[in-house]
């Protein structure tokens, strides 16, 4: 497999393996990234979020490989947007903002909210969500 050039345009950099060695995320471009999926055994790329600013390169699989995790939005403090995106398609869906650090763990996606636009306001914390 070779991959030169992607929807988005330019070539891929940052990229992850599925668990199951089946599917391939990267990330193309800098400033206004984007985030693309391919099929390890062929096909064209699809991208799976696009124009959402910078990333901060943290994406992940889930253990199953049936979702990835990204931020998006991501901001010199350090946090995102959470979303969460099945490999067979749709749109991604967003799980909470202010996130800077996430995790799956068996069926659940774990993240860390904190630096909320009012900090100590009972909002920061650890969240914690079932995968669809």
Do not use: C, K
Request: aromatic share 14%; proline share 8%; hydrophobic share 40%.
């Amino acid at each position: 497999m070779r991959i030169e050039r992607t929807p988005t345009g330019p070539a891929p950099y940052w990229f992850q393996f599925s668990p199951d060695s089946n599917y391939l995320a990267f990330v193309t471009s800098f400033g206004t990234a984007a985030l693309d999926l391919a099929v390890v055994s062929g096909g064209a790329p699809v991208q799976v979020a696009t124009g959402v600013g910078s990333f901060s390169w943290q994406f992940q699989f889930s253990p199953d490989s049936s979702h990835l995790a990204f931020l998006t939005n991501y901001n010199s403090a350090g946090v995102g947007t959470l979303e969460l995106a099945a490999v067979s398609g749709g749109t991604p869906v967003t799980l909470n903002d202010w996130i800077g650090q996430f995790a799956f763990v068996g069926g659940v996606i774990a993240a860390v909210r904190q630096g909320t636009p009012t900090p100590f306001s009972g909002q920061d914390g650890v969240y914690v969500t079932a995968l669809p």
